[in-house]
């Protein structure tokens, strides 16, 4: 069974920059389309940016576009996500996950019911 860790969290101010990692341990996300998703305290979790298994394609939600990146080093078994210009409603636990190999729909990326694997999550705080 396949363990995802996130690091890289912690508390910042209005603008700053982060970069959370993922990391993969009992297995490899070199094999899988990835995803980031967060949950702000009273919300439900939502999908944040994704990234196929090539690196080739990625998709992000409305609200991060042009802040945030995603990518990943296969070699490395590491996909991260540099965050930019970070505002308050940002804040929120940020989740890895990895996409199930055998289910995918048309929105594939933001569909948190087929992604199998995931992290514990990792806490960002951006304060005013």
């Known amino acids: 069974q396949m363990h995802l860790v996130e690091s890289g969290g912690g508390t910042v101010q209005t603008g700053a920059s982060l970069r959370l990692s993922c990391a993969a341990s009992?297995?490899?996300?070199?094999?899988?389309?990835m995803g980031w998703f967060r949950q702000a305290p009273g919300k439900e979790r939502e999908f944040v940016a994704a990234i196929t298994e090539s690196a080739e394609t990625t998709h992000y939600s409305d609200s991060v576009q042009g802040r945030f990146t995603i990518s990943r080093v296969n070699t490395e078994d590491t996909m991260y996500l540099q965050m930019n210009s970070l505002k308050p409603e940002d804040t929120a636990v940020y989740y890895c996950a990895a996409h199930a190999l055998d289910v995918y729909s048309s929105q594939w990326f933001s569909d948190q019911s087929e992604y199998k694997h995931w992290g514990q999550g990792t806490q960002v705080t951006v304060s005013s």
């Open positions: 009992g297995g490899t996300l070199s094999y899988y389309d």
